[in-house]
């Protein structure tokens, strides 16, 4: 798997946990560690999505 693909496997994975742990618990403080992790993994995401896009394959 690709650092991308694995990378997109780790954000869904820790999505899907965020939500059913909330979904169980939402004022919990493994719900809010969750989404913690799930919102790291984003930043990350969307700064892949920035770097590998056309546009900044263009700049």
Known sequence: MTDVGKLI???E???AHAREVCEEAPKSEECE???EA???LDIHFEHANE???P????A
């Open 13 to 15: 994975t820790n999505l």
């Open 9 to 11: 496997s780790d954000w």
């Open 38 to 40: 799930a919102k790291e």
């Open 33 to 35: 560690v969750a989404w």
């Open 51 to 53: 770097t590998l896009s």
């Open 55 to 58: 546009k900044a394959a263009q």
